[in-house]
């Protein structure tokens, strides 16, 4: 009986050693979810609609602004729930991000010569944020090729999901 308990006690300590010792960084993308919360106050408080409707040209509403920002959390809280076992899925929160600091923020900024409402908060959090999800991923051993090319496609297809739907929208409306 001793010796039952002894090695039952062993393997019970081996499985706990292995959840210990093994690495598992992808709390930061929980990280990459209070990022969007801080960016998405900046861009209510700086009136992105109203930028959106001068600088662009694009008659964005409130609706809209809502509408896109509890789709962006929903989203990306599914992939910090999913964290490290899908990371394509997980990391794609991430590429969401940089990609919306870089290329939306900074990019429609300097096309403007206008302020974007959130560039400040997507430079300052989205960039770090994300690139630290992908390092997390990496040093967790989750990041391979795949993943990282999944990731960044996903994240590019999210932004061209958005940009498609609402240019039909504005621009093209299916209902007249």
Same mark, same amino acid.
């Not at 001793?2 to 081996?14: L, R």
């Not at 899908?86 to 923020?105: E, K, Q, T, Y």
């Not at 944020?129 to 990496?138: F, I, N, V």
């Given at each position: 009986?001793?010796?039952?308990?002894?090695?039952?006690?062993?393997m019970?300590?081996?499985?706990?050693?292995?959840?210990?010792?093994?690495?598992?960084?992808?709390?930061?993308?929980?990280i990459?979810?209070?990022?969007?919360?801080v960016h998405?106050?900046?861009?209510?408080?700086?009136?992105?609609?109203?930028?959106?409707?001068v600088?662009?040209g694009?008659?964005?509403?409130?609706?809209?602004?809502?509408?896109?920002?509890?789709?962006?959390?929903?989203?990306?809280?599914?992939?910090?729930?999913?964290?490290?076992?899908l990371?394509?899925?997980? &990391? #794609? @929160?991430?590429? !969401?991000? $940089?990609?919306?600091? +870089?290329?939306?923020?900074?990019?429609?900024?300097?096309a403007t010569?206008?302020?974007?409402p959130?560039t &400040? #908060? @997507?430079?300052? !959090?989205? $960039?770090?944020?994300? +690139?630290?999800?992908?390092?997390?991923?990496?040093?967790?051993?989750?990041?391979?090729r795949?993943?990282?090319?999944?990731?960044?496609?996903?994240? $590019?297809?999210?932004?061209?999901?958005?940009?498609?739907a609402?240019a039909?929208?504005?621009?093209?409306?299916l209902?007249?």
């Amino acid at each position: 009986m001793v010796v039952g308990e002894t090695i039952a006690d062993d393997m019970q300590s081996t499985r706990v050693s292995q959840r210990i010792d093994r690495r598992d960084d992808s709390w930061i993308l929980w990280i990459v979810v209070a990022a969007i919360g801080v960016h998405i106050i900046e861009e209510y408080a700086l009136d992105f609609p109203g930028w959106a409707r001068v600088a662009l040209g694009a008659p964005v509403t409130w609706q809209d602004f809502h509408l896109v920002n509890a789709g962006v959390i929903v989203y990306s809280v599914a992939c910090a729930m999913v964290a490290w076992r899908l990371p394509a899925f997980s &990391l #794609s @929160a991430a590429s !969401l991000v $940089v990609l919306n600091a +870089l290329a939306f923020h900074l990019g429609s900024s300097a096309a403007t010569g206008t302020y974007s409402p959130g560039t &400040l #908060s @997507a430079i300052a !959090l989205f $960039v770090p944020s994300g +690139l630290l999800a992908y390092r997390a991923a990496w040093r967790d051993g989750v990041l391979t090729r795949a993943p990282l090319v999944w990731s960044i496609l996903i994240g $590019v297809l999210w932004h061209a999901f958005l940009g498609g739907a609402f240019a039909i929208r504005y621009f093209a409306p299916l209902y007249r």
